[in-house]
T-cell receptor, first 112, second 112 residues
Framework: DGGITQSPKYLFRKEGQNVTLSCEQN?????MYWYRQDPGQGLRLIYY???????QKGDIAEGYSVSREKKESFPLTVTSAQKNPTAFYLC???????????FGQGTRLTVV | GESVGLHLPTLSVQEGDNSIINCAYS??????FIWYKQESGKGPQFIID?????DKRQGQRVTVLLNKTVKHLSLQIAATQPGDSAVYFC???????????FGTGTRLLVSP
C-alpha cells in the first residue's frame, strides 16, 4: 500500500451522524487526495490538498469536509449532509514533482 | 478524462493472449500519466507511469504507449494471466493544480 494507511477498513454509521475517515502517509508526499468509488464504477475526486493548511474541492465535495493540519495526515469527514454516503473511500498521495501517486487500501463505509 | 461514475467496460481475453487497454485523456497540458490495477475490495496498485516527453515505456510484461497528438494512452499486457484479472485505470496529473484525474476504468477478465 505504498506507505499510506487508511483506517478503519470497515465503518458503519447511523443516518444523521458525522464520521471521520483517517489517512496517514509516511512518504513525505506534499499532495494528498480523497476519492469515492461506488460498486462497479470509477473513482471520483472529493477533495485534494497540495500543501499543509490548503485544500481544494474536487468534483463531488458536497457533504464532505477535510483538514490538512499536518503533512502526514488528511482526514475526511462524511457529514450528515451527504445524502448517499455508502461507498468505498480511497486516499492517495503524490510527491509535488508529480511522480509515484500511491493509494491506501480503502475504507468501506456503510450507513445503517 | 474525468471519471464521472460510469459503469465499467469489460475486456475478456484468454490466458496467454496479449491484452490492450485504452484510455483517452482530455487535458493537453497533462504531462504525467499512470496506470493502476485494482483488485476487488482493494486500493488501486501502481503499475507503470510515463512522462509526456516519452511515447513508450516498458515494464515487466507491461508496456504503456502515449499518443499526445490524439490524447490517447494504452496499456499492453503480454501473456495475460488469470492473476491479471482486475479493473485497470489510467490517470493523468495536471501540472497546474497537481490534481490527479482518473479515466473511466476497464475491467479485464482472463479466462484459463
Amino acid at each position: 500500500d505504498g506507505g499510506i494507511t487508511q483506517s478503519p477498513k470497515y465503518l458503519f454509521r447511523k443516518e444523521g451522524q458525522n464520521v471521520t475517515l483517517s489517512c496517514e502517509q509516511n512518504l513525505n508526499h506534499d499532495a494528498m487526495y480523497w476519492y469515492r468509488q461506488d460498486p462497479g464504477q470509477g473513482l471520483r475526486l472529493i477533495y485534494y490538498s497540495q500543501i499543509v493548511n490548503d485544500f481544494q474541492k474536487g468534483d463531488i465535495a458536497e457533504g464532505y469536509s477535510v483538514s490538512r493540519e499536518k503533512k502526514e495526515s488528511f482526514p475526511l469527514t462524511v457529514t450528515s449532509a451527504q445524502k448517499n454516503p455508502t461507498a468505498f473511500y480511497l486516499c492517495a498521495s503524490s510527491a509535488q514533482s508529480g511522480t509515484g501517486a500511491f493509494f491506501g487500501q480503502g475504507t468501506r463505509l456503510t450507513v445503517v | 478524462g474525468e471519471s464521472v461514475g460510469l459503469h465499467l467496460p469489460t475486456l475478456s481475453v484468454q490466458e496467454g493472449d496479449n491484452s490492450i487497454i485504452n484510455c483517452a485523456y482530455s487535458n493537453s497540458a497533462s504531462d504525467y500519466f499512470i496506470w493502476y490495477k485494482q483488485e476487488s475490495g482493494k486500493g488501486p496498485q501502481f503499475i507503470i507511469d510515463i512522462r509526456s516527453n516519452m511515447d513508450k515505456r516498458q515494464g515487466q510484461r507491461v508496456t504503456v504507449l502515449l499518443n499526445k497528438t490524439v490524447k490517447h494512452l494504452s496499456l499492453q499486457i503480454a501473456a495475460t494471466q488469470p492473476g491479471d484479472s482486475a479493473v485497470y485505470f489510467c490517470a493523468d496529473l495536471r501540472p497546474d493544480f497537481q490534481k490527479l484525474v482518473f479515466g473511466t476504468g476497464t475491467r479485464l477478465l482472463v479466462s484459463p
